[in-house]
Nanobody
Framework: QVQLVESGGGLVQAGGSLRLSCAAS????????MAWFRQTPGKDRDFVAA????????DYADSVKGRFTISRDNAKNTVYLQVESLKPEDTDVYYC??????????????WGQGAQVTVSS
């Protein structure tokens, strides 16, 4: 089973930036659709961004377009989320997710443990 481990979260002032990383185990990372979600305790987990196995296709939630960038390095089995111009409302736990077999737009079936991002005003 693939393990996903996020890193790079932390406390940042509004307007600042962070880069979240998600390292995956396993040999077939390059075949997975990868994504980031975020969640406030007590609320549903929200989609943030997704990237195809090759990196050629990306998709973003409207709330983060122009501020967040998803990328991947298949040689390092890692997906990244560059987050810029952060706002207090971006405060959340950010989760890395993988879609091993459902294809672009399909369900995600693997999750990391989450990384806390806190944006102070």
């Amino acid at each position: 089973q693939v393990q996903l481990v996020e890193s790079g979260g932390g406390l940042v002032q509004a307007g600042g930036s962070l880069r979240l990383s998600c390292a995956a185990s396993g040999r077939t990372f390059s075949t997975y659709v990868m994504a980031w979600f975020r969640q406030t305790p007590g609320k549903d987990r929200d989609f943030v961004a997704a990237i195809s196995w090759s990196g050629e296709s990306t998709d973003y939630a409207d709330s983060v377009k122009g501020r967040f960038t998803i990328s991947r390095d298949n040689a390092k089995n890692t997906v990244y989320l560059q987050v810029e111009s952060l706002k207090p409302e971006d405060t959340d736990v950010y989760y890395c997710a993988l879609n091993a077999a459902a294809g672009w737009g399909g369900e995600y079936d693997g999750w990391g443990q989450g990384a806390q991002v806190t944006v102070s005003s």
